[in-house]
Nanobody, 121 residues
Framework: VKVVQSGGGQVQAGGSLKLSCTTFGVTYVDYAMGWFRQAPGKERERVATIQTNIGTTYADSVKGRFTISKDYANHTLYLLMNSLEPEDTAMYYC????????????????WGQGTQVTVSS
């Protein structure tokens, strides 16, 4: 399984960015996927997760601002980030696992390469 991310970059506070990741080498279409982020000096944390029979979950810090979605036919996961804040600055990772949704990064089996999001004030 290979996960390839795209998107990210630098934006001013209040701006928007969209992240994407595509999973290759998987035929099963409905598995847990999530976005995680890690800021310098901090632990990796859940941002949002998605799975058909579970729905979506969001960290409290991004609720109402971020939207996770998935194109199941193309195994592509998205994260639309609106009203970005400097506190959202981090390396963002896409991850997946066949066992089901978890909020713990250690429970995810395959990961993208990460993409930097920087929000300036």
């Amino acid at each position: 399984v290979k996960v390839v991310q795209s998107g990210g970059g630098q934006v001013q506070a209040g701006g928007s960015l969209k992240l994407s990741c595509t999973t290759f080498g998987v035929t099963y279409v409905d598995y847990a996927m999530g976005w995680f982020r890690q800021a310098p000096g901090k632990e990796r944390e859940r941002v949002a997760t998605i799975q058909t029979n579970i729905g979506t979950t969001y960290a409290d810090s991004v609720k109402g601002r971020f939207t996770i979605s998935k194109d199941y036919a193309n195994h592509t996961l998205y994260l639309l980030m609106n009203s970005l804040e400097p506190e959202d600055t981090a390396m963002y990772y896409c991850a997946g696992d066949f066992r089901g949704i978890s909020h713990c990064p250690d429970d995810y089996n395959f990961w993208g390469q990460g993409t930097q999001v920087t929000v300036s004030s």
